[in-house]
């Protein structure tokens, strides 16, 4: 344990200004906002900024916004630095008339800019239990990236930026890491489940929870973005447009009303591309994620963007363009989901497996970072994901004007209709027992799918029970009837046998009971199952 006294002495704010941040609010070539911290001694501050090597100073007044944590109690200050020149170099130093910081630099977008690049991050936290945490890492992999790359104008995450978002000792270990960095690019945040998690604790990691309205994330980047995301959840949702580019940012709860809030942004904008970042995947590539509470949810509004760049998973995956149950080979025809892999020598839990939506994927077990740059130029945007020893894992361009996608790999289309568990193809176990489809409804072969992901199967003559996720369910040749654990209910249709002799169910009636979605993609051909857990299904051994 530590007391707030103590901390103060390691990474607690003080009168100097400190996690000095820019980021993008408003129009990027005549705007740079820049936040800062102190402790609450300071209640005023304000930036000076200037072209570089210029006599005269301009003067930006700045919010300040109060923030008690569970470690501190400071002011953080935010200036909205106005009247810039495009593409021109500044100079600024923020503070009060008494402490101020360094001079440092930044320079502003292009007028209209159609050609300009942007480093993609995500999962960038770092696990530390005991306090401070160390993001000494992430500073010298990202600086030593950036060196290599000085075309990015701005660093874009998606999500997972700390470890314990509830918790001062997380979000001053990040700061430290971007400390020589963030304070001369500007930083785009999105946030991840790990920027909303806590404990009553952080020390004994008592009473996990996750904080409904992101109470961390917003206060301490409440001026840093616009306002213009959903009314309760302000920050944690945003957009803000850079070049010829709209950017909508995705927070991790609420998400029908930021459904309507997507649709709204893309519908009402200009701009030749349109991106949004959302932390968790659609397409991902581990064998066990569960989308259920999101993908069906902000469907519509994630299908109206180019690109949504994605993370969590800490490997790397590049769909094919998606849209509503069907994958595609052109742009024009869906969004490409590009999930990032992580960049703070973060290996995933998860491993990647090939999923039937997925045209690309890494499996990134290496302790090694991944960095993703977005080039743009007009019409055309070119995808490049980096490992940190220079390694390129994946090098893809999105062509409006041609609407193809190179290199060329279309989308799968299937002659006999297939199934799948999780985009995963079931293979072997079904290749003589395929989904048939009997008067309009989908039948699945029952046992070979609870086999293959690993549940309970037990057949009798005529009867075929299963388990699978703590629950079971016994079908009936013939009868519509299923019997579980917790009672019985009614299939639209029944049980029948057919391929190989094999006992095959509706697949709505198959999935009812055990918590499972089907979903038919007509243009390819498949039967995708969801289930809306993570659970690990392994069967009892007595």
């Not at 950017?247 to 997507?262: A, D, K, Q, R, V």
């Not at 997925?358 to 991944?370: D, F, G, I, R, V």
């Amino acid at each position: 344990m530590i007391t707030k006294a103590e901390w103060k002495n390691i990474r607690g704010s003080q009168p100097q200004p400190d996690q000095i941040m820019l980021s993008i609010k408003g129009d990027a070539s005549h705007s740079m906002t820049v936040r800062w911290r102190t402790d609450t001694t300071v209640n005023e501050g304000f930036a000076l900024y200037r072209e570089k090597d210029s006599a005269e100073w301009m003067k930006a007044d700045a919010l300040k916004h109060p923030f008690t944590t569970d470690m501190d109690e400071s002011h953080f200050f935010f200036a909205d630095m106005k009247g810039l020149k495009p593409s021109t170099e500044y100079e600024y130093t923020c503070g009060d008339d008494k402490i101020r910081s360094e001079i440092y630099t930044f320079k502003t977008a292009k007028e209209n800019a159609e050609k300009f690049s942007f480093v993609c991050l995500s999962d960038i936290q770092a696990g530390d239990a005991e306090p401070p945490a160390d993001y000494s890492v992430l500073r010298e992999t990202l600086k030593d990236f950036l060196a290599k790359h000085p075309e990015c104008e701005f660093i874009l995450t998606a999500g997972d930026n700390t470890n314990c978002g509830q918790t001062d000792v997380q979000w001053t270990g990040l700061f430290e890491g971007l400390k020589g960095i963030c304070e001369s690019m500007p930083v785009m945040f999105c946030m991840g489940n790990h920027d909303d998690m806590g404990f009553s604790s952080y020390f004994t990691k008592e009473d996990k929870y996750y904080s409904e309205y992101a109470t961390y994330f917003t206060n301490q980047l409440w001026g840093s973005y616009e306002h213009n995301g959903p009314v309760e959840r302000p920050i944690a949702n945003h957009a803000f447009d850079y070049g010829n580019v709209h950017f909508s940012i995705i927070g991790t709860s609420g998400y029908e009303e930021m459904n309507e809030w997507l649709i709204e942004q893309a519908d009402k904008s200009d701009k030749t591309w349109k991106f949004a970042v959302h932390h968790f995947p659609i397409c991902f590539a581990g064998p066990g994620i569960e989308i259920d509470d999101s993908y069906p949810s902000l469907r519509d509004g994630m299908d109206k963007y180019d690109i949504v760049f994605s993370g969590h998973e800490h490997s790397f995956a590049r769909s094919y363009p998606r849209r509503k149950e069907g994958l595609f080979t052109k742009p024009s025809e869906g969004t490409v989901h590009y999930n990032l892999g992580s960049s703070h020598r973060n290996p995933p839990g998860t491993r990647v497996v090939p999923k039937v939506w997925n045209a690309k994927t890494y499996c990134h077990e290496e302790e090694l970072s991944m960095f993703t740059i977005v080039d743009i130029d007009g019409g055309k945007c070119t995808l490049t994901a980096y490992v940190e020893d220079d390694r390129i894992i994946d090098a893809s361009t999105i062509d409006k004007n041609k609407d193809l996608i190179t290199p060329y790999d279309p989308a799968p289309v299937y002659n006999q209709p297939r199934l799948k568990f999780k985009g995963y193809d079931l293979g072997l176990c079904v290749r003589e027992t395929l989904p048939q489809n009997i008067n309009g409804i989908w039948y699945i072969p029952i046992g070979q799918i609870i086999s293959f992901i690993g549940g309970d199967v037990e057949r009798a003559k005529g009867k075929i029970k299963i388990g699978v996720y703590g629950r079971t369910a016994e079908f009936t040749e013939n009868s519509t009837k299923v019997v579980t654990d917790s009672g019985e209910y009614e299939m639209e249709a029944p049980c029948l046998r057919l391929s190989q002799g094999q006992l095959y169910a509706p697949m709505h009636g198959f999935c009812k009971h055990i918590r499972m979605t089907p979903y038919y993609y007509e243009y390819n051909n498949f039967i995708d199952i969801l289930s809306n857990t993570e659970h690990v299904p392994i069967p009892n051994q007595p």
